[in-house]
């Protein structure tokens, strides 16, 4: 193990990995330092699909230009990453709904986003599965070039990237401490080696908050317990995600044929609990084929929990802060960090390594929460 790099990261999800491809291929000398194994947090509980159909514009923005990455990123990392563009159907329920998916609609095609709205009747033109009436749809939004990735190859390909460009990725290694002197960064302490260094990135998902209060920074993170499911394999029914804001359902079928989906659940608690819940069980059953009855007698094959490192306004923090030098955070997705990782790890990478900030980063900055407008993302589940 190094000791000395000219970047740590700290965290080895798809966050911490994508950034240490960025960062090596720009020649810089990085070492992430994982605790556990690669994709053993949050990315490797996710549902791993990427939506472009945000209100924020920051969030639509990064996955827009995320989504272009995605494109061609098998190809770039030499790893199928199994990126399939099916889609995302989002219910919409009532006419307040209505209103406010027509005001995202419209900044999304600003953007240059192709979305449309859709009448009920055409909502099993995407999705035949679909009980309209079941669902207690007015119509849908869809996005066509939305889809859906591997979280755990995308992060291995990231990874096995990042080290042929010289990039130490060390596992079961765990950051107990980070040294400042006259507030700037000088050492990352691990249970293993000391490694000295100027910038350090907190991408340690849940656990970005504990990073944070090493160097006495408070981080508005609170992580949220979240439950997942898996069927068996069926042929194929569906491309698109569907997915409600007003039920908190989502659901997709993987190439391989299994439906993946989740959905919050009242007994759902902050904290750090790790315990999945039959109550789960029953209310996505429930919810799940009152969507698409056709569903009624498939087997679940299994079901676990995951993390969201949720933010007062659901959106990122991104870049350095402060009030202590070279310290930077990658952390508070909330729930979608594995879709916009592409554009977050590029946005990172330009300021590191070339002290280039942008409109994003300033807009996602730990400071935001200083002010008292701060602008919160409506589009979430749960
Ligand atoms: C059920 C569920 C469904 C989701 N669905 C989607 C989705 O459809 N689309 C989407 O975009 N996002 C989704 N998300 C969110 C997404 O998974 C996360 O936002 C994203 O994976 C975050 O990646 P990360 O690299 O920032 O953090 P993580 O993957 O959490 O990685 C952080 C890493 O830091 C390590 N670490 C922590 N402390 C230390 C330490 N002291 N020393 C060393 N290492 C440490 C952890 O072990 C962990 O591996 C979902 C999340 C869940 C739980």
């Known amino acids: 193990m190094k000791s000395k790099a000219d970047v740590v990261i ?14 090596a291929k720009k020649g810089l000398d990085v070492v992430v330092v994982e605790k556990k194994y ?36 098998s190809k770039e990392l030499g790893q199928d990453i199994e990126f399939r563009q099916g889609g995302y159907l989002i219910a919409v329920h009532d006419e307040k709904e209505m209103k406010q998916v027509e005001k995202n609609v419209a900044m999304q095609r600003s953007l ?7 009448k009920p009747e055409e909502i099993t033109d995407v999705v035949p599965i679909l009980d309209v009436k079941g669902m207690r749809a007015i119509g849908a939004t869809f996005c066509p070039t939305d889809g859906h990735a591997n979280p755990f190859k995308t992060t291995f390909a990231y990874a096995d990237a990042a080290r042929r460009l010289g990039a130490e990725i060390n596992t079961h290694t765990t950051v107990t401490d980070v040294k400042t002197t006259q507030k700037a960064i000088r050492a990352v302490v691990t249970d293993q080696k000391t490694i000295q260094t100027s910038v350090v990135v907190n991408a340690a998902g ?27 394999r069926l042929q194929p029914l569906f491309e698109a995600m569907v997915i409600s804001f007003r039920d908190g359902i989502y659901f997709s079928q993987q190439k391989e044929g299994q439906i993946v989906g989740g959905i919050p659940i009242s007994e759902e608690k902050v904290g750090y609990k790790t315990m999945p819940t039959f109550a789960f069980l029953q209310y996505m059953a429930q919810t799940l084929t009152r969507y698409a009855p056709i569903l009624k007698h498939i087997n679940l094959l299994r079901h676990w929990t995951g993390f969201y490192d949720v933010t007062p306004d659901a959106r990122p ?10 310290f930077l955070q990658c952390n ?7 879709m916009i ?6 946005l990172l990478t330009d300021l590191i390594a070339d002290g280039k900030t942008s409109e994003e980063l300033e807009n996602l900055s730990l400071e935001r929460f200083k002010s008292k407008k701060i602008e919160k993302e409506l589009s979430v589940v749960g």
């Open 10 to 23: 700290i965290g080895g999800g798809v966050n911490g990995c994508s950034l240490a491809y960025r960062l």
């Open 38 to 73: 690669l994709s053993s947090g949050a990315t490797g509980a996710c549902g791993a699909g990427i939506r472009q159909q945000w209100s924020t514009r920051e969030n639509a923005s990064l996955a827009i230009q995320s989504v272009k990455i995605f494109e061609q990123l």
């Open 112 to 118: 240059g986003l192709k979305v449309a709205i859709l």
């Open 206 to 232: 849940i656990y970005s908050k504990s990073i944070a209060e090493m160097v006495k920074i408070k981080l508005p993170l609170c992580p949220f317990r979240k439950e997942i499911m898996a069927t068996e």
């Open 317 to 326: 923090i991104l870049g350095e802060v402060k009030e202590v030098k070279g």
């Open 332 to 338: 508070g997705f909330s729930g979608h960090g594995f």
């Open 341 to 346: 990782s592409p554009m977050v790890s590029k």
